[in-house]
């Protein structure tokens, strides 16, 4: 990540410099595979073109040197770098016994999701412009019908910029935050997620970085509320998200990050009842490798303001461990906890999280998210040493830190309340993963997820297991 930094020191200095942008952010979801350490960056193996030859009576040019490089594709002239960006991905899914408020949605579905971007990444000294289109799809429509898919600009951006100093950029963008609890780009929706925002980023040596952004996320209207009689006009003065976020990077044993996030929400045409909120939300973020093998990443974050226009206080923590053996499989061992504050009678709320990546962290089926949960969780996975293949068995156990409030899946959607619920463990939920990445661009992954309820889900209207299981492939440029 990088740091914010003064839009007219950046514009008015960063002039000067002649280096390039790093690469864009790009978020995976890696389930089936402990994540990759870090290594030194290389040089990627490049062709030159030689000149072609001119006639004798012609003098020579000054050319710039054309180079291909092969990791990530790319075409450099000179001090100007274009780079394509592709992606495709497909994916069947299949679930049993769908749960749905308080009662079972449906006793099966299946459904094929896909997604395929196409971009271009230009920089030139410290300019740089990026657009990326996507076409993200559900399966079984015809043209002309309801598609159930979009087809639309995910990213685009003008960036000024370089390293050593920092960046201004204005546009459509993803935005990751800490290890995306609470801002992420959720790259496993097929649809992900971008941000309109102006974002400031800057260096302050090697150690220290801070960054800033604020986004719009629903432009003001006026518009006419049927669901009350009589009706009424509604003006909405807009809905924006704001952030500032200091990182300082003490060593690879240490690093912090400290932010306060900020989210102002309207009510809209399309969902006139949506809430009304204005939360700010302080929280610091840790991660770090202090032995060979042994990463810990941990998170606090705390909330207060106005939500449904209630004055509320909520808190949200997490921690993760994992270690991995020197050994030919390269066996990981995983162990972790969260828990996020649920609506009580007092003054204690729901925890809101705010717009995160939240398929990663508490259970594959997606049952859950980081508001009214107590989850614990252990893993194991292991690596082939002949093939890069990935599997991880995790267990999760989880339960209500208030049994009287309500259960929400993934997305914010009510699984079930009752208020003379006293059982807070809903039950165990196990996934199995695996991922095979065949080359460099190209990976197929699966999986497949069995929740088990426990007392407290049966409170709840929900007594009998779900499943769900999926195959992915995803080619992309590396």
């Known amino acids: 990540m990088r740091s914010i930094y003064s839009v007219v020191a950046v514009t008015i200095t960063l002039l000067l410099?002649?280096?390039?942008?790093?690469?864009?952010?790009?978020?995976?979801?890696e389930t089936a595979a402990p994540p990759p350490a870090a290594t030194e960056a290389r040089a990627p193996e490049?062709?030159?073109?030689?000149?072609?030859?001119?006639?004798?009576?012609?003098p020579p040019e000054e050319e710039p040197a054309v180079t291909f490089s092969k990791n990530p594709i790319s075409i450099k002239i000179g001090d100007f770098t274009l780079t394509p960006l592709l992606e495709a991905r497909f994916r069947p899914e299949v679930r049993a016994n769908v749960y749905g408020n308080g009662v079972q949605a449906a006793k099966s579905l299946h459904f094929v999701t896909s997604r395929v971007r196409l971009g271009l990444d230009?920089?030139?000294?410290?300019?740089?412009?990026?657009?990326?289109?996507?076409?993200?799809?559900?399966f079984g429509t015809r043209p002309g019908f309801d598609d159930g898919g979009s087809f639309a600009l995910h990213q685009g951006i003008l960036e000024f910029g370089n390293d050593e100093r920092g960046y201004v950029r204005v546009g459509r963008q993803e935005i990751n935050y800490g290890n995306q609890r609470m801002i992420g780009a959720l790259d496993w929706l097929m649809g992900a997620r971008s941000f309109d925002a102006l974002r400031l980023h800057g260096f302050f040596g090697d150690k220290v970085e801070v960054d800033a952004f604020g986004s719009m996320l629903a432009s003001q209207q006026n518009f006419t509320d049927d669901t009350v009689t009589p009706p009424v006009?509604?003006?909405?003065?807009?809905s924006y998200l704001a952030a500032v976020n200091a990182i300082y990077k003490h060593s690879a044993k240490l690093r912090m990050e400290g932010?306060?996030?900020?989210?102002?929400?309207?009510?809209?045409?399309?969902?006139?009842?949506?809430?009304?909120?204005?939360?700010v939300s302080p929280g610091v973020f840790v991660t770090g490798v202090p032995v060979d093998g042994l990463r810990y990443t941990g998170e606090l974050t705390m909330q207060g303001g106005k939500q449904v226009a209630l004055s509320f206080f909520a808190v949200a923590v997490s921690g993760d461990v994992q270690?991995?053996?020197?050994?030919?499989?390269?066996?990981?061992l995983y162990g972790g906890v969260a828990y996020g504050s649920g609506a009580t009678d007092g003054k204690l709320g729901e925890?809101?999280?705010?717009?995160?990546?939240?398929h990663k962290f508490y259970g594959a089926a997606d049952l859950f998210g980081l508001r009214n949960l107590i989850d614990g969780h252990l893993a194991v996975?292991?690596?082939?040493?002949?093939?890069?293949?990935?599997l991880k068995l995790e267990l999760f156990n989880m339960a209500l830190s208030n049994p009287s409030a309500r259960w929400s899946q993934v997305a914010g959607v009510t699984l079930g309340q009752n208020a003379a619920n006293t059982t807070r463990n809903l039950g165990q939920e196990i996934d199995a993963l695996v991922k095979w990445r065949f080359v460099q661009w190209a990976s197929l992954s699966g999986g497949y997820t069995v929740f088990i309820p426990n007392q407290g889900a049966a409170n709840l209207g929900h007594d009998i297991a779900t499943h769900w299981a999926y195959a992915m492939i995803t080619l992309r440029t590396p």
Do not use: C
């Open 17 to 29: 410099p002649a280096s390039l942008h790093a690469q864009p952010e790009t978020p995976t979801q």
């Open 351 to 358: 925890f809101n999280n705010f717009f995160p990546t939240n």
């Open 381 to 390: 996975g292991v690596t082939t040493p002949n093939a890069p293949v990935g």
């Open 259 to 279: 932010y306060v996030l900020y989210r102002h929400d309207r009510p809209f045409a399309a969902v006139p009842a949506a809430p009304r909120n204005d939360i």
């Open 122 to 138: 230009a920089q030139w000294k410290f300019l740089r412009v990026m657009m990326q289109v996507q076409d993200a799809r559900l």
């Open 233 to 238: 006009t509604v003006r909405n003065n807009g």
């Open 323 to 332: 270690y991995t053996f020197h050994a030919k499989w390269k066996p990981t």
């Open 46 to 58: 490049t062709f030159t073109r030689p000149p072609e030859p001119l006639p004798a009576d012609e």
